[in-house]
């Protein structure tokens, strides 16, 4: 009689043969159940999870001591090439943030205070999300053609891609407030309007 072991190799390797879009899918789910087929009992030394334990005190040590030993180095002016793990007392000391990073969206102001969009809608066009909903108006001054009497974001939808910033021609739109840490109760709060884009 055929070994069970060999009989199961046997079968999975018959996906080997099947040619089509799949095939890389099979091979995939062919080695998934052949781990997990093969996946050996633990040994009763390995059950008591004392070897699991004891690697990860040493790594978490390891590390602990690594980080104290650079630290107390720099201290003295030594090493400073070398990093150190540092922790953040987040919220009150926030993680420095690098200059291209997408934060919050903010609408930028002309001089007298007015939004420099000039309404084309050019951001609402490329949105992936559909989050941006402009609404349009003639602006008083005859040298702006339109202005945006309103100028929806819904920050809940967002994927801070920051197509609407690179696609604007104005540069009335920017993504760098710094502010990551945006949380609300509600659907509704994360829609910020005008106004609100506005105060940066
Ligand atoms: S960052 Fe991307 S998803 Fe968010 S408003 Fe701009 S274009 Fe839309
Ligand atoms: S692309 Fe710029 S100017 Fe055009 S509607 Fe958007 S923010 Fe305003």
Same mark, same amino acid.
């Given at each position: 009689m055929e070994n069970p072991t060999k009989q199961r190799r046997n079968n999975l390797e018959k996906y080997f043969e099947v040619k089509g879009p799949f095939a890389l899918l099979r091979v995939a789910q062919m080695k998934r159940a052949w781990k997990q087929s093969n996946r050996r009992e633990l040994t009763w030394w390995e059950k008591t999870y004392i070897p699991t334990v004891v690697s990860g005190i040493a790594l978490t040590s390891k590390h602990f001591f690594r980080n104290l030993g650079l630290h107390i180095l720099h201290l003295f002016?030594? @090493?400073?090439d070398i990093p150190a793990a540092v922790t953040y007392q987040y919220p009150e000391q926030p993680r420095p943030l690098a200059k291209r990073l997408r934060t919050r969206h903010r609408l930028m102001k002309r001089e007298d205070g007015?939004?420099?969009?000039?309404?084309?809608?050019m951001c609402e066009t490329v949105c992936p999300a559909r989050c941006i909903e402009i609404t349009a108006a003639e602006h008083?001054?005859?040298?702006?053609e339109k202005y945006p009497a309103e100028f929806i974001l819904d920050l809940g939808k967002c994927? @801070?891609?920051g197509f609407c910033v690179e696609v604007c021609p104005e540069d009335?739109?920017?993504?760098?407030?710094?502010?990551?840490?945006i949380a609300a109760y509600?659907?509704?709060?994360?829609i910020y309007d005008k106004t609100r884009l506005m105060d940066g």
């Amino acid at each position: 009689m055929e070994n069970p072991t060999k009989q199961r190799r046997n079968n999975l390797e018959k996906y080997f043969e099947v040619k089509g879009p799949f095939a890389l899918l099979r091979v995939a789910q062919m080695k998934r159940a052949w781990k997990q087929s093969n996946r050996r009992e633990l040994t009763w030394w390995e059950k008591t999870y004392i070897p699991t334990v004891v690697s990860g005190i040493a790594l978490t040590s390891k590390h602990f001591f690594r980080n104290l030993g650079l630290h107390i180095l720099h201290l003295f002016g030594l @090493y400073k090439d070398i990093p150190a793990a540092v922790t953040y007392q987040y919220p009150e000391q926030p993680r420095p943030l690098a200059k291209r990073l997408r934060t919050r969206h903010r609408l930028m102001k002309r001089e007298d205070g007015s939004p420099r969009c000039v309404a084309c809608m050019m951001c609402e066009t490329v949105c992936p999300a559909r989050c941006i909903e402009i609404t349009a108006a003639e602006h008083p001054d005859p040298n702006i053609e339109k202005y945006p009497a309103e100028f929806i974001l819904d920050l809940g939808k967002c994927v @801070y891609c920051g197509f609407c910033v690179e696609v604007c021609p104005e540069d009335a739109i920017r993504m760098d407030t710094g502010k990551l840490d945006i949380a609300a109760y509600s659907r509704e709060s994360m829609i910020y309007d005008k106004t609100r884009l506005m105060d940066g």
